[in-house]
């Protein structure tokens, strides 16, 4: 297996419809996109990805399209679902098909559950999974309203530590993510946040998992490059801040949508309900703000 490092795109899912199935003949262009665009690794079936919109069956079969056609990229597989059942057979069908690490959201139907009920969720899950098996848990609690507190990554690490890879921090809370990077340092330690990867990178993170690089690669690929060959790394990070200013988090996944179709010469493709598609005006509008920030930085 890879080890996941640097840039990781947490790449987007086609669907031919708002109500169809995932169009994966699209998958194998997308993929040559990301790896051209200089990322390390690829996050599949992530909230960017839509993952939780999808069935079991659909998120194999992905799964299977991009591991026949990953090339040099690592891939992570996000697996959590709210049923732990759900959770048990998609995170081994990852396995099984060799993905580098599976990327496990808590249970986010029941809010506000005791830890402790948290805590046995995920032993469950590692009790389920080979030896080997690569457990990465998803911190963003503000999309699933279920945070992954000390006690559980403490208590996970005492019962299943040579399953516990690592841990996405997608908080947004750079003084939370130093601390688990200071705290754990048995732990591979990813920010999800666009706007940390200079700091995530300076504080000893093992890369960043971006929603931007979806659609933007090269903009997330400057800074890690910028930071490892002695570039100006804040000219970096404020020009790919600057674009993700512009996609706020309501409309993360069909902002990335709209910008692939000029950043990419990918066909377009749909989202998948409750998300809707940005307006004529509004993709218009996204794409001359940044065009303006890229002509800006350029001058």
Not at 68 to 75: F, I, N, Q, W
Not at 79 to 96: E, K, V
Not at 138 to 161: A, F, K, M, W
Not at 193 to 219: E, M, N, V
């Amino acid at each position: 297996m890879a080890e996941p490092h640097g840039i990781i795109s947490a790449m987007l899912t086609p669907f031919t419809s708002d109500v169809g199935p995932v169009d994966y003949e699209w998958l194998p262009g997308y993929l040559r996109f990301l790896a051209d665009g200089g990322l390390h690794g690829v996050l599949a079936l992530g909230t960017t990805g839509e993952g939780p919109s999808m069935s079991v069956v659909e998120r194999i079969r992905t799964l299977e399209i991009i591991m026949a056609h990953r090339g040099e990229l690592s891939v992570i597989a996000g697996t959590g679902c709210a049923a732990l059942t759900d959770t048990i057979a998609l995170s081994r069908a990852a396995i099984d098909l060799g993905v580098d690490a599976i990327l496990v959201m808590p249970p986010f139907y029941i809010k506000q559950p005791d830890e402790t009920g948290i805590l046995a969720y995920f032993r469950a899950l590692c009790d389920a999974l080979p030896a080997d098996a690569r457990v990465m848990l998803y911190h963003i609690p503000q999309v699933t309203g279920v945070p992954i507190t000390r006690t559980i990554i403490d208590g996970l690490l005492t019962s299943h530590g040579a399953r516990f890879y690592g841990l996405k921090d997608s908080s947004g809370d750079w003084e939370h993510s130093k601390m688990l990077i200071d705290s754990y340092p048995q732990l591979r330690i990813f920010t999800g946040s666009d706007r940390l990867i200079a700091r995530a990178l300076a504080g000893g993170a093992a890369g960043a998992i971006t929603a931007l690089s979806s659609a933007f690669p090269k903009l997330a690929r400057a800074v890690f490059d910028a930071f490892h060959q002695g570039g100006d790394v804040a000219a970096a990070q404020a020009r790919l801040s600057a674009v993700r200013d512009l996609v706020n988090p309501i409309n993360t996944p069909p902002a990335l949508k709209a910008a692939l179709t000029w950043t990419s010469d990918l066909p377009e493709t749909a989202l998948r309900l409750p998300l809707l598609p940005l307006s004529n005006e509004e993709a218009a509008a996204l794409r001359a703000a940044y065009e303006r920030i890229m002509a800006g930085t350029m001058s």
